[in-house]
């Protein structure tokens, strides 16, 4: 079946802008990650979304990063004003929930959208 | 706060050749701990997992991890590797919060294969 997908693949912007990346997670996975990924750097978690709560956004770095999943399935991550160490790339990642009080379900992640701000 | 640790950067091996990959891990609860591959231009692809029992856990392409809770360690392994092994490896522990599991991940070690 389909994986993770996410657009654009690639997305340049100058400095100031405005960008939108989206994420269309496996059909029925209720859990949703952002991950931001820096050159030479493991990914660090941003935010997660069970359907379209989201319930934790303690990485998201700044103010001018802010996401949404309005429907429980597709989600955006924007990043407003974007500043050159903006400059990464972000994964998307899927999960089912396995429910209990912790979710051992496997992460599923997409093939990310590389942003270059100059 | 937890972390995770791979100290290698960088390693080369001859293909054919045996593989450990080190991961060091610091969490105070139980940690759920995870191997990921990443290929240039790929996402993420989830070698293997741990949560609890047997310590030893196996997984796809051959690889296999340990567990050692005495040395907060979860070393992965391949008794022979593949040219098409060359990617970087990233170890990751769960945190568990808001009932999801957000991933911590290690700074990565960088597999070449040469013949």
């Known amino acids: 079946g389909a994986g993770v997908s996410q657009s654009p693949r690639y997305k340049v912007a100058k400095r100031g802008q405005d960008v939108a990346l989206r994420c269309d997670p496996i059909?029925?996975?209720?859990?949703l990650f952002w991950y931001q990924q820096a050159l030479g750097q493991g990914p660090e978690f941003l935010t997660y979304?069970?359907?379209?709560?989201?319930?934790?956004k303690s990485g998201l770095p700044s103010d001018r990063f802010f996401a949404e999943r309005p429907e429980g399935s597709v989600s955006t991550l924007k990043i407003q004003r974007t500043q050159q160490e903006d400059s990464a790339v972000y994964l998307c990642?899927?999960?089912?929930?396995?429910?209990?009080?912790?979710?051992?379900?496997?992460?599923?992640f997409g093939p990310g959208t590389r942003l270059l701000v100059l | 706060a937890q972390s995770v640790t791979q100290p290698d950067i960088h390693i080369t091996v001859s293909e054919g050749a045996s593989l450990e990959l080190r991961c060091n891990y610091s969490?105070?609860?139980?940690?759920?701990l995870f191997w990921y591959v990443q290929s240039p231009g790929q996402g993420l692809q989830l070698l293997l997992k741990?949560?609890?029992?047997?310590?030893l856990v196996q997984g796809i392409k051959g690889f296999e991890a340990e567990f050692k809770r005495s040395q907060s360690s979860f070393n992965l392994r391949k008794p022979s590797v593949h040219w098409s092994d060359a990617a970087e490896y990233f170890c990751?522990?769960?945190?568990?919060?808001?009932?999801?599991?957000?991933?911590?991940f290690g700074t990565g070690t960088r597999l070449t294969i040469i013949p």
């Open positions: 059909s029925g996975h209720v859990s």
């Open positions: 990751a522990v769960g945190v568990s919060n808001f009932g999801n599991e957000k991933l911590t």
């Open positions: 741990y949560f609890s029992g047997d310590t």
């Open positions: 969490y105070g609860a139980t940690p759920y």
């Open positions: 979304f069970q359907n379209e709560a989201q319930l934790d």
């Open positions: 990642a899927s999960s089912p929930s396995s429910g209990g009080k912790r979710n051992k379900e496997t992460q599923y």
